[in-house]
């Protein structure tokens, strides 16, 4: 008798998502990341968005965000959700250049969008982001007990 353990069950199928199906995803959420360029590295944000026409827009304030998102650098956003029922996962990833909504006719475009951030605050500026790609993926998620392991629950001893 061995103590091998046994053999792993091969990993489920990841699919590829099409265009038409990233976007239903898309709005079937607000929230996502959206990542920039700013000075020398790349930084993230949560933020909330809104489909709009094949676009995303978000709304924020004065800040390395906005200044990161209207740089001369590309951005992208990724959003994701999960279906606790079936263990389905979802990534969705768009990515192109982002650009301040102005003037009187777009802002006042905006205002029908619905877009209401969570957090408190002054956001003045509305941004789109027109995406030059959009890819997702779809794929089952594994149990935990296929991942965790006896460390991932360890209690840290006091540091005393």
């Known amino acids: 008798m061995t103590n091998e353990p046994s ?13 038409r199906q990233c976007w239903d995803l898309l709005r079937q959420v607000s929230v996502g990341r959206l990542a920039v360029w700013v000075d020398d590295h790349p930084d993230i944000f949560p933020l909330n968005y809104t489909v709009d026409h094949g676009t995303l827009v978000f709304r924020t304030d004065e800040g390395t965000k906005l200044g990161g998102a209207l740089g001369d650098t590309p951005v992208a956003l990724e959003a994701d959700g999960v279906d606790a029922a079936t263990g389905m996962a979802w990534s969705v990833v768009v990515k192109g250049k982002a650009a301040a909504i102005t003037g009187i006719e777009g802002i006042l475009d905006t205002a029908s969008l619905y877009l209401f951030p969570w957090q408190g605050g002054k956001k003045d500026h509305f941004v789109r982001i027109t995406p030059d790609s959009v890819t997702g993926r779809r794929f089952k998620v594994t149990p935990p007990l296929t991942w965790w392991t006896q460390l991932s629950g360890a209690v840290r001893s006091s540091p005393e």
């Open 7 to 19: 053999p792993a069950a091969p990993p489920e199928p990841v699919e590829h998502l099409e265009s």
